[in-house]
């Protein structure tokens, strides 16, 4: 009797226990066991038998022959690259809602499926899904999903609208980049992050509703969306990567709202929004950084909050239309090379009330600022206040605030005058 060496045995015993190592075909798909413990529990769509199909109705179940008995197992994923390149595939439906993973770059580079229908226990779409699917004209995403990864819907250039469920936390790089005819993205309630170049170059997007929740917004993540006309920052927003409006021509105005959550301006994260006219910020935003708002034609007048510590270099060159710098920082630097370079020639730096020698022995000057700097008229508020015997020699601000400590350059009143601290 002819005797097989034990390694050979071994491979084979360890071959028959691999999760999808036995194959089935029914109704020209081709599926591959899913095992638990060696016992088949259930199976996942591999691949159809022909790259031809046009058409794919993915069931809840399958019968197959298993020890001579058929037996019944759901379908409960699609597996990695199961349909990619189906170059004439136009249509899939899921019959289950027991289909919880659709594995990567499934559906990559089906360029004629027109409309897809994520199925409701589905919790993350993978890396590059939908990659180059570019007739795919409908997406709507289960309300249980959770995260969107990298490069899932690139390339979807047929793409119009997208609705993102409240359970959704996160989108990764390179999601929707490319998405071109990409109109409305309304991010409801639930999202957090969205990552490197999530929508670059989404030359239609118009329409951004931002959850209120999201703190992260990666480098270019909106770099080249033309038609986008504003934007408003959420509260909760602490990282803006560079370049996240990069060329974002149409967009007329920039909203930081008042909030305690710190968050700076980055590099270039402005540059060639030609038609910036209005950049609002508050005293959360502490640093502009490198070439900001560089080449921001449209852009007349800048308020500086008090908060900022430092501006790279060029952040505001190019902005020709700038005639108005009105800055509140209360401790004036040294400025950058080239931060105010090739603005209005007319443009008139305001500074608080007493504070200009300060900000000129800090290279604020006339050779920077043309137009002149001057100081802002000294704040109306409180002229007379009335107090209490005990409460004499008490500081208030002039808004009637009371204060334990004034601070260094701010007015306050003091023994019933208006007194700037020194």
Request: charge should be neutral.
């Amino acid at each position: 009797m002819h005797r097989f060496p034990k390694a050979f045995i071994i491979i084979v015993l360890l071959l028959c226990c691999v999760p999808g190592y036995a194959d089935w075909v029914v109704d020209d798909l081709w599926y591959s066991g899913v095992s638990e413990n060696d016992e088949l529990v259930s199976v996942q769509v591999k691949s159809p038998v022909t790259k031809l199909v046009t058409s794919v109705k993915v069931p809840s179940n399958i019968y197959i022959a298993d020890d001579g008995y058929k037996k019944y197992y759901q379908v409960r994923s699609v597996g990695y690259r199961a349909f990619v390149d189906c170059l004439v595939l136009t249509s899939v439906t899921f019959a289950s809602k027991n289909v919880s993973e659709i594995g990567e770059q499934a559906f990559s580079g089906c360029v004629k499926l027109t409309s897809i229908s994520i199925p409701p226990s589905v919790k993350e779409i993978k890396s590059y899904t939908f990659y180059e699917c570019r007739n795919l004209t409908e997406v709507v995403l289960s309300d249980s999903l959770r995260s969107i990864a990298g490069n899932a819907f690139k390339g979807c250039s047929k793409l119009k609208n997208i609705i993102f469920p409240n359970q959704l936390s996160s989108v990764g790089a390179n999601a929707f980049n490319g998405c071109s005819n990409l109109i409305s993205v309304k991010m409801n309630g639930g999202l957090k992050e969205i990552g490197i170049g999530s929508f670059q170059n989404c030359l239609r997007l118009s329409s951004l509703e931002i959850s209120p929740v999201l703190n992260s917004i990666g480098r270019s993540a909106f770099e080249g969306c033309e038609a986008l006309t504003a934007v408003t920052f959420p509260l909760n927003v602490s990282y803006i990567g560079d370049r996240a409006f990069y060329g974002c021509t149409g967009l007329s105005e920039a909203v930081f709202q008042p909030s305690k959550v710190k968050v700076s301006i980055r590099s270039q994260l402005f540059e060639g929004c030609v038609n910036l006219a209005q950049v609002f910020m508050t005293d959360n935003v502490f640093r502009i950084y490198e070439r900001a708002f560089y080449g921001c034609a449209k852009l007349s007048a800048v308020t500086l909050p008090a908060s900022i510590s430092a501006i790279g270099a060029s952040a505001f060159e190019g902005c020709v239309a700038l005639d108005t710098v009105k800055s509140y920082i209360a401790n004036p630097f040294a400025l950058a090379e080239r931060v105010f370079e090739n603005i209005s020639p007319n443009c008139v730096l305001m500074v608080p009330y007493g504070e200009k020698q300060r900000y000129i022995e800090a290279g604020w000057t006339t050779e920077v600022f043309k137009g002149g700097v001057v100081e802002m008229d000294a704040p109306e508020g409180i002229r007379d206040i009335v107090v209490s015997r005990q409460e004499e020699g008490t500081w208030y601000t002039v808004d009637g605030i009371k204060v334990d400590a004034p601070q260094h350059g701010k007015i306050y009143i003091h023994n019933r005058k208006s007194v700037l601290v020194k």
